[in-house]
């Protein structure tokens, strides 16, 4: 009798975080569209004109402070070191879309641009924000993709610093373990001879889990953030490609390991 009622306080115990997560995506969700649809006309002014777009990353570092207050979010720096000179390449790991938001709010003070996947370009309204203000990468398009590292290098050269989630997406699962880095980002750094600022972002699949994961959970808290120190051009340049994503892989990497030691012991097994 004692087991079936620990069962059923287990059972109740999931149906409720699964409603509570559920109600939590859904209130992210209005006020995402709230603030999407607020700023909207705002963005659509700033893009009239080339010369003005360069304010839109003011509008975004707004929205991605609405998006913290409203929904009860704070940052923990555990590890926050000193960036460098403009412009540079931020790579970090992706569990959560709060990485993209909470980007703007960590890095307020120097205009970049996202490069993503070409995918977004399906969502109506986000397809304005992202299409003209950051880079689609097209990557089942070799011409389109060619194009896209082109553009980046464009940026880089009128002064826009990078921001590139180097696994290519949130991963399917087993978050968060990491998946290999794609070497486009380390690429461009070279190319560019651009410093790379490695990110660490711990726990943000826990506040806000991919919404297509249906049991996935959500809910407001402490975001831990690891602000790793960057490399500095010289040794971006000094050292092969493979060499570099292998590096800030395991910086990256690392807190993750610390966090949670069933990776340590999945990767012994």
């Given at each position: 009798m004692i087991d079936f009622y620990v069962k059923l306080l287990h059972l109740t115990m999931r149906v409720l975080v699964f409603v509570g997560s559920f109600l939590w995506k859904v209130y992210i969700g209005i006020v995402f569209a709230i603030f999407a649809i607020l700023l909207y006309p705002f963005f659509l002014l700033l893009l009239w004109r080339k010369s003005w777009r360069k304010y839109s990353f003011k509008l975004f570092i707004f929205w991605s402070w609405m998006m913290r207050i409203f929904c009860l979010y704070h940052l923990r720096y555990v590890k926050k070191s000193e960036l460098p000179e403009p412009p540079y390449i931020i790579i970090?790991?992706?569990?959560?879309?709060?990485?993209?938001?909470?980007?703007?709010?960590?890095?307020?003070?120097?205009?970049?641009?996202?490069?993503?996947?070409?995918?977004?370009?399906?969502?109506?309204?986000?397809?304005?924000?992202?299409?003209?203000?950051?880079?689609p990468v097209f990557r089942n398009d070799k011409r389109k993709a060619a194009r896209s590292y082109i553009e980046a290098i464009k940026k880089v050269e009128q002064g826009y610093s990078l921001v590139i989630f180097p696994e290519g997406g949130i991963p399917d699962d087993d978050i968060p373990r990491m998946k290999r880095f794609k070497e486009g980002a380390f690429k461009l750094a070279k190319s560019s001879k651009i410093p790379l600022i490695p990110v660490t972002f711990s726990n943000n699949f826990k506040l806000f889990s991919d919404p297509t994961h249906h049991h996935g959970t959500a809910r407001p808290g402490i975001s831990r953030v690891y602000i790793h120190e960057f490399i500095p051009k010289e040794k971006v340049i000094e050292m092969e490609v493979s060499d570099l994503a292998n590096y800030c892989f395991r910086e990256i990497n690392q807190p993750l390991m610390d966090e949670y030691p069933r990776l340590k012991d999945e990767k012994a097994q």
């Amino acid at each position: 009798m004692i087991d079936f009622y620990v069962k059923l306080l287990h059972l109740t115990m999931r149906v409720l975080v699964f409603v509570g997560s559920f109600l939590w995506k859904v209130y992210i969700g209005i006020v995402f569209a709230i603030f999407a649809i607020l700023l909207y006309p705002f963005f659509l002014l700033l893009l009239w004109r080339k010369s003005w777009r360069k304010y839109s990353f003011k509008l975004f570092i707004f929205w991605s402070w609405m998006m913290r207050i409203f929904c009860l979010y704070h940052l923990r720096y555990v590890k926050k070191s000193e960036l460098p000179e403009p412009p540079y390449i931020i790579i970090a790991n992706h569990t959560s879309y709060l990485d993209i938001f909470f980007m703007y709010s960590i890095f307020p003070d120097h205009p970049f641009v996202f490069l993503g996947k070409s995918e977004i370009l399906s969502y109506p309204i986000i397809r304005t924000y992202f299409q003209d203000l950051n880079i689609p990468v097209f990557r089942n398009d070799k011409r389109k993709a060619a194009r896209s590292y082109i553009e980046a290098i464009k940026k880089v050269e009128q002064g826009y610093s990078l921001v590139i989630f180097p696994e290519g997406g949130i991963p399917d699962d087993d978050i968060p373990r990491m998946k290999r880095f794609k070497e486009g980002a380390f690429k461009l750094a070279k190319s560019s001879k651009i410093p790379l600022i490695p990110v660490t972002f711990s726990n943000n699949f826990k506040l806000f889990s991919d919404p297509t994961h249906h049991h996935g959970t959500a809910r407001p808290g402490i975001s831990r953030v690891y602000i790793h120190e960057f490399i500095p051009k010289e040794k971006v340049i000094e050292m092969e490609v493979s060499d570099l994503a292998n590096y800030c892989f395991r910086e990256i990497n690392q807190p993750l390991m610390d966090e949670y030691p069933r990776l340590k012991d999945e990767k012994a097994q």
